[in-house]
Each structure stands twice: as C-alpha cells, then as structure tokens.
C-alpha cells in the first residue's frame, strides 16, 4: 500500500483542511445565490440593462443567456471544490502548485478586499437613513468631515463594519444562517415595496420602455451580445471562489440543483422586481430612480422607508460576505496557514477595506476604472487555467493528500511549490486581457472570455507533456 506523503503545517489549517462534513443542502446553495444576486449593485445592474436601447423582450433574453453562462461555469469551478471538500486557494494548487496557489488567491482577495470596503460604504447610506429617521437631530454632524467623510458618514460606515465583523466573527456556522435567511427576507421587502409603489401609481402608469434611444437590426443585436457579456462579468468574482461555498455541499447533485435555482430563476424574478421599481419610479416621482438608496428616500411612507434602508443593509451584509469576505479570508489565510486563521484573513480584509477609504475611491471614476479593472483583467485567464488544469489535463482526478505537501515527489511540488507554466499562461493572457481592457476598448466587455480562452489554450501547450503524462499513469492505475 503506497503510504500518504507527510502533510505540511506550511499548507494547512482547521479551515483549509478538506471539510469531511459537507453538512449544505442544495438550499444553502440556492441562499448563497440569493445573498449574492440581492444587492443595490445587483438591482442597479439588472435596471440599467433596459436603458440600453433594447426592447422588453431583448433585455430579458440577455439576462437569461448570461446567467445560463453563469450557471454553466458556477457548475464547473465548483466541482473540484465539492468533490474535494476545498477552498479555491487550495483547488488553485492543482493548477500552480502548493505555494504558487497564493498567485491567484491574492489577486482574488485584493479585488473583494476593494469591494467589501465600497459595498460596505454604500450600505452605510441605508443605515444613515435609519439613523436621521428616528434622530433627524443629528443631521448636523454631516457638516464636520475627516479624511474625506462626514462625522455621520463615519458613524455609518462603521455601524455597518461592525456588523459585518461580528457575522463573521461566528465563523461559517453563522455566515451559513446570514445567508439561509437574508435571500428570502429581502424579497419579501421588495414585494412590499413594490406593491406599495404599484398602488400609488396603477398598472396604467407603468411603462417598461426605460430607453431614451432605440435599437434595430445588427445595432440591437450587437447591444444585446454586449448586454449578455455584461450579466456573465458582473458575476464572474463570486462565480471563480465558488469552491469556497460548493466545498460544503452534500453532493455535485445538490449543488447543481442550489445553482439552477439561484440563478436563473432567482435572478430573473429578482431583476422583474427591479425593473417594475425603477419603472413605477417615473409616474411616482417624475424622473427614474436607478438606485434603490434613493428611492427609499424619496417615499412618503415612515414604515416603508424603515423597512426598505433595512432590506438594503441586509442584502449588502450578504453580498459582503459571500463575495467580499469569505474569499479574502481562505485566500489570505492560505498565505501562511500556520499563522492566519480563516477569521484571521477575514479581518485583514476587513481592516484593508478601511485603509482604502473606499469613499473617496467611489468618488473618483477613474482610480476605480485603473484600480479594479486591472485585477479583474486577471480572473479571466485564472478561469482558463484552473479549467483547463482540472477538465482536461487532469480528467477531473485529484490527489488530495498532494494539495497539502511539500513532499518533491508529490503532483503539486512542480518546481519549488510553482507551476512556472501555469504562471507564463497568466503573464501571456493578463497582457491579452489588459490590452483589450484599456487599450482595444471596443473588445472591453469581452475581455473575460478573450482572456480566459487564450489561458486556457496557453496553459494546454505548455502543460502538454504533463497531460500526456498524467494519462498514461491513469491508464496504469486502472489496469492495475
């Protein structure tokens, strides 16, 4: 019998270790998506689709392709997490080796490290509202500033920051519960509000043509594969750690089954809700509100704004901490295992988010187009990689024991801990994708898939050898 390679304090920890449990129900999948799809973002994003200049019918095909898109790869990088128990640092080292792991998982953190802290600023908005409705007095502290932000605005701000960290705080027990309930709490919110806004307005006063400008013929259908890549990108962070979450799932059934329900479906009803609020925002305020923040502002009613700045604050507690703070705190952690606990990463993140004064980042345009756009031009060729490495170089086979040596004769020491191959596909396709991002901007709302299929073809040549390899020992083992 061959004897398992030593498992090395460098590579692992309680939180890291594969999850032997897998406790999640095709549930706490679908809430995942729930939390995630729930968003000011995520309902801001769904409206302005019908701003486009496509018709009705045209905006919700385009919804539709693109989370079939999302459901598709959500299936695929969640699989080797599932069948594994794993994190998506630790599915990384399949890929780029033990150590060079930490290439992809800090490129992952830092982009939810910048937008945990603007989320986090955004909601703080919806806690402002709650604040002034019952101590209207206390507007006057929006007068005095500091490092860019109101004495109010910091009071907000880290009401909200301390929320979240005492979520957090319980480890994922408690992020499992946020999430099991915050999905279904808030479409309850959005009905109320929604039916409150219709009965103000009437059915008569709707009208869903949100466009200034109208689109026909190969304008209409080239706005609409634009439209298309734009759903699969809004989603194309959360959809890379997905092993994050998929790694607790019961079974590959289960997390199928959660996928399909909590996107297509829970993000077209969700989008529905959206575009019948923003469009009864005319008749009932005579211009269109995008924002769901002003929205809440904007009405008459005591109980419905209460109500809505609370849905708010709930949605971006959940979008922060399945998108923004679960995936720094694996990844993070995945840095030094032995010194930094999963909370540990959670708070490193949270604190950065901090440091970053995400409020005079938001302020500014063009430091977000540079700052978060050049990370995210990177997640396109992680995808082509890690695919490729796990689908087809490795035909879906992973030894578990080997993600947590440092044993040299084990199948993911590579050279020193990297994959030096999978880090020249990187270099090759992040060049490709930051050209087309801010150079060939025309091909911009591609750049994911340009980026990610040039990784991928990248990393099957270089990785050539090794597959052939790898298939001769599979071929051995199963004759054995």
Same mark, same amino acid.
């Given at each position: 019998?061959?004897?398992?390679?030593?498992?090395?304090?460098?590579?692992?920890?309680?939180?890291?270790?594969?999850?032997?449990?897998?406790?999640?129900?095709? #549930?706490?999948?679908?809430?995942?998506?729930?939390?995630?799809?729930?968003?000011?973002?995520?309902?801001?994003?769904?409206?302005?689709?019908?701003?486009?200049?496509?018709? +009705?019918?045209?905006?919700?095909?385009?919804?539709?392709?693109? *989370?079939?898109?999302? #459901?598709?790869?959500?299936?695929?990088?969640?699989?080797?997490?599932?069948?594994?128990?794993?994190?998506?640092?630790?599915?990384?080292r399949?890929?780029?080796?033990?150590?060079?792991?930490?290439?992809?998982?800090?490129?992952?953190?830092?982009? /939810?490290?910048?937008?945990?802290?603007?989320?986090?600023?955004?909601?703080?908005?919806?806690?402002?509202?709650?604040?002034?409705?019952?101590f209207?007095?206390?507007?006057?502290?929006?007068?005095?500033?500091?490092l860019?932000?109101?004495t109010l605005?910091?009071?907000?701000?880290?009401?909200?920051?301390?929320?979240?960290?005492?979520?957090?705080?319980?480890?994922?027990?408690?992020?499992?519960?946020?999430?099991?309930?915050?999905?279904?709490?808030i479409?309850?919110?959005?009905?109320?509000?929604?039916?409150?806004?219709?009965?103000?307005?009437?059915?008569?006063?709707?009208?869903?043509?949100?466009?200034?400008?109208?689109?026909?013929?190969?304008?209409?259908?080239?706005?609409?594969?634009?439209?298309?890549?734009?759903?699969a990108?809004?989603?194309?962070?959360?959809?890379?750690?997905?092993?994050?979450?998929?790694?607790?799932?019961?079974?590959h059934?289960?997390?199928?089954?959660?996928?399909?329900?909590?996107?297509?479906?829970?993000?077209?009803?969700?989008?529905?809700?959206?575009?019948?609020?923003?469009?009864?925002?005319?008749?009932?305020?005579?211009?269109?509100?995008?924002?769901?923040?002003?929205?809440?502002?904007?009405?008459?009613?005591?109980?419905?704004?209460v109500?809505?700045?609370?849905?708010?604050?709930?949605?971006?507690?959940?979008?922060?901490?399945?998108?923004?703070f679960?995936?720094?705190?694996?990844?993070?952690?995945? +840095?030094?295992?032995?010194?930094?606990?999963?909370?540990?990463?959670?708070?490193?993140a949270?604190?950065?988010?901090?440091l970053?004064?995400?409020?005079?980042?938001?302020?500014?345009p063009?430091m977000?187009?540079?700052?978060?756009?050049?990370?995210?031009?990177?997640?396109?060729?992680?995808?082509?990689?890690?695919?490729?490495?796990?689908?087809?170089?490795?035909?879906?086979?992973?030894?578990?024991?080997?993600?947590?040596?440092?044993?040299?004769?084990?199948?993911?020491?590579?050279?020193?801990?990297?994959?030096?191959?999978?880090?020249?596909?990187?270099?090759i396709?992040?060049?490709?994708s930051?050209?087309?991002?801010? +150079?060939?901007?025309?091909?911009?709302?591609?750049?994911?898939?340009?980026?990610?299929?040039? /990784?991928? *073809?990248?990393?099957?040549?270089?990785?050539?050898?090794?597959?052939?390899?790898?298939?001769?020992?599979?071929?051995?083992?199963?004759?054995?």
């Open positions: 019998m061959k004897t398992p390679p030593s498992t090395s304090h460098n590579l692992t920890n309680d939180d890291l270790a594969p999850d032997t449990k897998q406790e999640w129900g095709w #549930y706490s999948i679908f809430a995942f998506w729930m939390s995630d799809v729930h968003s000011v973002g995520g309902y801001v994003f769904a409206a302005s689709l019908f701003a486009l200049g496509l018709a +009705v019918w045209q905006v919700f095909i385009c919804l539709l392709m693109g *989370i079939m898109i999302v #459901y598709f790869f959500a299936n695929l990088m969640g699989t080797p997490g599932q069948k594994a128990g794993v994190p998506f640092p630790v599915v990384c399949m890929s780029f080796g033990v150590k060079g792991a930490n290439i992809p998982a800090i490129i992952r953190g830092l982009i /939810a490290v910048v937008w945990y802290g603007i989320q986090t600023f955004l909601a703080s908005s919806s806690f402002i509202i709650l604040i002034l409705y019952f209207p007095e206390m507007a006057s502290l929006q007068k005095t500033t500091f860019g932000l109101s605005g910091w009071i907000g701000f880290m009401s909200m920051w301390v929320i979240q960290a005492f979520v957090f705080m319980f480890g994922m027990s408690m992020i499992r519960k946020v999430i099991d309930w915050s999905g279904p709490a479409y309850i919110a959005m009905f109320a509000l929604c039916a409150y806004m219709l009965t103000q307005t009437g059915w008569s006063a709707i009208n869903f043509d949100l466009s200034s400008k109208s689109l026909t013929g190969w304008q209409a259908f080239n706005m609409m594969i634009v439209a298309t890549a734009l759903v990108g809004y989603f194309a962070g959360p959809t890379l750690n997905f092993s994050d979450f998929a790694r607790y799932c019961s079974s059934k289960n997390m199928k089954f959660g996928n399909l329900l909590g996107l297509p479906l829970n993000f077209m009803v969700f989008s529905i809700f959206s575009v019948v609020i923003v469009a009864a925002s005319i008749p009932l305020f005579g211009k269109m509100i995008t924002d769901p923040i002003e929205t809440v502002k904007q009405l008459d009613s005591g109980m419905i704004t109500l809505g700045a609370l849905t708010f604050i709930l949605a971006t507690i959940g979008i922060n901490i399945v998108a923004n679960v995936a720094p705190a694996f990844d993070f952690s995945n +840095v030094s295992p032995s010194k930094i606990s999963f909370k540990t990463g959670g708070f490193i949270a604190f950065g988010s901090v970053l004064t995400p409020w005079n980042l938001f302020n500014n063009e977000i187009h540079y700052t978060v756009d050049l990370l995210a031009a990177l997640i396109g060729p992680l995808y082509g990689i890690i695919l490729m490495d796990y689908f087809i170089v490795r035909k879906q086979q992973i030894d578990v024991d080997a993600l947590y040596t440092e044993d040299t004769d084990q199948a993911y020491w590579y050279d020193n801990g990297f994959n030096k191959k999978a880090v020249y596909a990187l270099i396709a992040g060049v490709a930051i050209i087309t991002s801010f +150079v060939l901007t025309d091909l911009a709302n591609f750049s994911l898939f340009i980026s990610g299929g040039i /990784a991928a *073809i990248a990393y099957k040549q270089l990785m050539c050898k090794e597959a052939i390899i790898h298939s001769e020992k599979l071929k051995l083992a199963k004759s054995v």
